[in-house]
């Protein structure tokens, strides 16, 4: 085997070495990318889940108002039939 082809098989080497290289720095950096965005997409799925919660107990409290209000006007109409 002369020099020549020696260093073309070298430089076949190395540049496989470099590309494996490359391609697991790619690799890592979309694995990081990754698991960013499922943190990410995690808080916010927290965050939806507690504005969910905060708006049903508004509506809790709301329907609570309201049947109260429905109560003291039946009551209001029950004692004015009565009055009449």
């Known amino acids: 085997m002369n020099s020549i082809t020696a260093i073309w098989i070298g430089c076949g080497f190395w540049a496989v070495y470099?590309?494996?290289?490359?391609?697991?720095?790619?690799?890592?950096?979309?694995?990081?990318?990754?698991?960013?965005?499922?943190?990410?997409?995690?808080?916010?799925?927290?965050?939806?889940?507690?504005?969910?919660?905060?708006?049903?107990?508004?509506q809790a409290e709301t329907d609570e108002k309201k049947a109260k209000v429905v109560k003291l006007a039946a009551e209001i109409a029950a004692q004015a039939k009565a009055a009449a």
């Open 18 to 58: 470099m590309l494996i290289g490359m391609m697991r720095r790619r690799q890592l950096f979309l694995i990081d990318l990754l698991k960013k965005h499922v943190e990410i997409q995690s808080i916010w799925a927290r965050r939806r889940d507690r504005a969910l919660q905060m708006a049903a107990s508004e």
